[in-house]
C-alpha cells in the first residue's frame, strides 16, 4: 500500500451548507476541523507506508477519525457508521455527503501500522505543539501525573490454565507455520484431542489430585515440543516463532524437571518453594507477552498494563478572584502519555516523563503525583 501526502481535503460547499444549517452552534467535530486541521496531515506517516501500491486512504484523515471515536466512545463499526451519516463528520473529513465511507477494518489496520512503525504519538506530539504555539501551555508553571490501570484485552488465567493454553498457542502457531515438522514430531491426534477447544476453568477437574495430573500431562506436552524445537536438526526459523519461544518461558517459569531416586526424569509444578518468578518478569498470558498482574491497595488487581498522565494544573490563586480583573484561567491540558507495565511503580515513571517533557519544550517547574485511580479503563 502506498501514500500520497495529501491531508484533509478542502470541505465540499454543499457540506458546508448543510452542515452549517444543522449545527448553527457548532459540534466537536467541526470545532476540531475549523481549529486543528493542521494537526491532522499526511507527511509525519510517511516512513509508514510505501511507495508502491494502491494508494492508502489518507492517515491523516484516519487519525482525526480515530480522535473523534475515542471522544465519543465508539467502536470501529460505530465509528465507520458515523463517517457515512454524520453530517458534521463529514464536514471534519471534507467529504461530500454522498461519500460512502470506509470498511471499519480500515480503523484496526491503520492503529496496527501506527504500531509497528512507532507512530501512535505522532498526532499526540502535533497537538502538543500546536497548544504551544497558542500559548495554552509552556515551560515552568506546574503540572500533575496521575497514572491509572489499564487492563489487557486477554482472559484472566491461573497458571494451570495458562500451561495448557501455552501449549496451545503453540501448536497452533507451528500447524500454521509449520505442518509438516509438527505432523512429524507430535502424536497430531492424541494433542488435537487435549488441546483443540480453548483451555479454562470449566473443563479443568475439580479435584486437586487430577488437576495436579493435568498440570503434569501439560508440563510433559510443552517440555516434548520444545526439546523437539530446540533439536539440533531443527531449522533454527521453527524456535524464532514468537508463540514457541513463549512457551519456552512458560515452562520454564512454571515447571521445575528433576531426576528422581530411580533415575527417572520427573516434571514437577513449581511453588513458592522451588522459586516462581517475581510479578515484573512472570508471563501471564500467551497472547500478550507484555502483560503483568499487579495489585494497588486492598481492593485493586490486574493484568495488563499501568498509564501515567501528566497535565498542567494552572490555577488562580483565588478561587474567588474578581473576575473584572482580568485574570484568564488556562485550561488543564495532557502534556504526556507514558505507558509501563503493570508492575511499574509510579515513582519510576517520574524520569522518562520528565525528559520527555523537556525534549518538547514544556519541562514544568514543579510537579505532583498521585495514586493510581480506581477506575478501570
Given at each position: 500500500?502506498?501514500?500520497?501526502p ?6 465540499p460547499e454543499?457540506?458546508v451548507?448543510?452542515a452549517?444549517a ?12 475549523d481549529?486543528?486541521a493542521?494537526?491532522?496531515v499526511d ?8 511507495v508502491?501500491?494502491?494508494?492508502g486512504?489518507s492517515?491523516?484523515a ?17 465509528a465507520?457508521a458515523?463517517?457515512v ?6 464536514y471534519a ?10 470498511d471499519a ?17 505522532v ?17 515552568g508553571?506546574?503540572?500533575r ?11 484472566d ?11 496451545r ?11 509438516a ?6 502424536n497430531?491426534?492424541e ?7 480453548r ?6 477437574p ?9 498440570a503434569r500431562?501439560?508440563?510433559?506436552d510443552a517440555?516434548?515440543l520444545?526439546r523437539?524445537?530446540w ?7 521453527i524456535?524464532?516463532?514468537e508463540?514457541v519461544?513463549?512457551?519456552?518461558q512458560v ?6 524437571v528433576?531426576i528422581?531416586a530411580?533415575g ?17 518478569l512472570?508471563?501471564t ?5 507484555a502483560?503483568r498482574?499487579?495489585a ?8 495488563g498494563?499501568?498509564i501515567h498522565?501528566?497535565?498542567t ?7 474567588d ?11 488543564n491540558?495532557i ?21 520527555k ?21
Open positions: 500500500m502506498s501514500m500520497r495529501v491531508g484533509l481535503p478542502e470541505i454543499q457540506t451548507v448543510v452549517r444543522a449545527f448553527p452552534k457548532g459540534s466537536l467535530p467541526i470545532r476540531v476541523r481549529r486543528l493542521e494537526v491532522f507527511e509525519p506517516f510517511t516512513e509508514a507506508f510505501g508502491r501500491g494502491a494508494p486512504l492517515p491523516g484516519l487519525s482525526l477519525v480515530t480522535v473523534l471515536q475515542f471522544a465519543e466512545g465508539l467502536t470501529d463499526r460505530q465507520a458515523m463517517a451519516r454524520a453530517i458534521d463528520w463529514k473529513l471534507g467529504a461530500e455527503l454522498t461519500d460512502t465511507g470506509f477494518s480500515v480503523l484496526c489496520r491503520f492503529r496496527a501500522r501506527l504500531a509497528d512503525n512507532g507512530l501512535e504519538r498526532v499526540f506530539d502535533r497537538l502538543l505543539e500546536h497548544c504551544k504555539e497558542a500559548g495554552l501551555v509552556a515551560a508553571g506546574k503540572q501525573t496521575d497514572s491509572t490501570h489499564v487492563i489487557s484485552a486477554v482472559r488465567l491461573n497458571r494451570l490454565e495458562l500451561a495448557g493454553e501455552s501449549v498457542a503453540a501448536l497452533e502457531a507451528l500447524a500454521v507455520a509449520a505442518p515438522w509438527l505432523a512429524g514430531h507430535i497430531v491426534t494433542f488435537a484431542e487435549r488441546y483443540g477447544p483451555v479454562d476453568g470449566w473443563r479443568i475439580p479435584s486437586q489430585a487430577k488437576r495436579d495430573r493435568l500431562v501439560f508440563g510433559q517440555l516434548a520444545c523437539a524445537a533439536a539440533d536438526d531443527t531449522p533454527a526459523w524456535r524464532e516463532i508463540a519461544g513463549l512457551l519456552r515452562l520454564v517459569q512454571t515447571y521445575i528433576r528422581d530411580r527417572r526424569q520427573v516434571i514437577k509444578k513449581r511453588d513458592a518453594d522451588d522459586g516462581v518468578p517475581p510479578g515484573r512472570r508471563l498470558s500467551p497472547y500478550d507477552s502483560a498482574w499487579a494497588k491497595g486492598d481492593d485493586l488487581f490486574w493484568m498494563y499501568k498522565l501528566t497535565e494544573c494552572t490555577t488562580l490563586p483565588d478561587a478572584a474578581d473576575a473584572d480583573a482580568g485574570t484568564e484561567v488556562m485550561p491540558l502534556t504526556d502519555v507514558h505507558t509501563t507495565d503493570a508492575t511499574v511503580p509510579d515513582v519510576k515513571a517520574t524520569a522518562p516523563i520528565q525528559r517533557l523537556a525534549e518538547h519544550g514544556v519541562k514544568p517547574a514543579s510537579t505532583t503525583s498521585t495514586p493510581a485511580t480506581r477506575r478501570p479503563t
